[in-house]
């Protein structure tokens, strides 16, 4: 071991040392000093007055110096931990829960045959990847940013009623998340939860009796696989503060489902824009401050028009449906299509 003394106050004892040589004096009868370095002292002077060379275990090991001694092997000990501690820590940050997939590493969890869920939640890293949905899926980022591909996966024993839920979440990153089919979708309940504070939500996700996408000052760019289990009805709700939002609705394999849609999309300053199959019936409310409304399609019966300052309304309907869709903004536009 190297141990590290003051500089100015070694060359004072080489000085002293060389004096007590030419004095013939012996190096018994000078105290080792407390604060010197074994790897690069000068020789010690003997009664003869020839220099040896100083080791480490010629150090006094008792006395008030020798306890100094082991005090200070003691303290760069105790240093050397906790450097080690330091560099631990700083190579699991950014790392939570269970697993992490990012830019700079990516470390795969996939559910083990008892456990159908897989959780990634990180800091500062991105997610990227394909991702089975089993029973859930649950990503998580601060900073970073969501792209995945989901596979959509047939349920366990407990039968289609057990809901497959996806989750994303990032509170700085866009988040753009997109089917890897659209077809031969296993029938079950699906549940949706996509939110970003300052983000892009971009993507195809599935409508089903349960999905909501937000966000506060990104847009909202996505479309809808139709995929309800049993009698459940489609719902979906969006928001979003400063930016647009663009929604499409895809048919399914029970597009006749869409007569009992639920559909709310509010924003503040942004323009809405929503398109829907022809199998949509029901009632659609759109409104607007100071921007331009536009509600049109196939079958499509326009009820209100209300344009006076400081407020736009309109009321349409389609066909004889329980659906109903509610679109409003304070300062942008709202375009619905039908068809």
Known sequence: ?????????????????????????????????????????????????????TTEDDLPRDGPHGERWGARKRGLHACMHLMFAVILLFLSAGFIVRATHGKYEAVEEYPTPGDRRTIVHTTSNSITGNYPLLDLLDLETTSGSIYVTVSAEEPDEDGPAQAAEFVAKSTSGDIRANLASLTGIPSRKYITHVSSQSGTVSGTYFLSSMTSFTTTSGSINIMLLLATYGSDSPSVATSSTSESQDIVVLGGQDPTVLRTLSLSSQSISGTITVRCPRDFEGTIFARTTSGHISVSGQGVNIVRDVHSPGSKFVEATKGSGAGRMDVGTTSGDVHVFIG
């Not at 004892?13 to 604060?35: I, T, V, Y």
């Open 1 to 53: 071991m190297r141990v590290e003394y003051n500089d100015a106050l070694a060359a004072e004892m080489d000085k002293q040392r060389e004096l007590d040589c030419e004095n013939g004096l012996s190096e018994k009868s000078q105290s080792p000093p407390p604060a010197y370095d074994t790897a690069t002292a000068k020789g010690a002077c003997t009664n003869s007055g020839q220099s040896t060379t």
